[in-house]
């Protein structure tokens, strides 16, 4: 079954950096859309970053454009989620996620990590 492994959470200061990574089998990297949703505490879900791997396109909710960055090492079947300038308002669990369809909302991906907590002091 599809399975997704998330790593490279913890507690940094605001505008520090930190980098997420996703491991996933090659076929999941190889045929399904992948991405990150975070979830803040209290908050609903919403998603940050997602890439098709095997396309190549990607796409970013506008709060995290110009800071986080999403990219794949195909060689380890890894997505990984560069996050910079982080702020306050970026606390939250973070979930790697994939789906067989492109671009889909939060709610809808099909299958999902376990997560990786972040959390931003100010």
């Known amino acids: 079954q599809v399975q997704l492994v998330e790593s490279g959470g913890g507690s940094v200061q605001a505008g520090e950096s930190l980098r997420l990574s996703c491991s996933a089998s090659a076929y999941v990297f190889s045929n399904y859309y992948m991405g990150w949703v975070r979830q803040p505490p209290g908050k609903e879900r919403e998603g940050v970053a997602g890439i098709w791997p095997s396309g190549g396109l990607t796409n970013y909710a506008d709060s995290v454009k110009g800071r986080f960055t999403i990219s794949q090492d195909k060689a380890k079947n890894t997505i990984y989620l560069e996050m910079s300038n982080l702020k306050p308002e970026d606390t939250a669990m973070y979930y790697c996620?994939?789906?067989?369809?492109?671009?889909?909302?939060?709610?809808?991906?099909?299958?999902w990590g376990q997560g990786t907590q972040v959390t931003v002091s100010s």
């Open positions: 996620a994939a789906s067989t369809r492109y671009g889909v909302d939060p709610d809808d991906f099909e299958y």
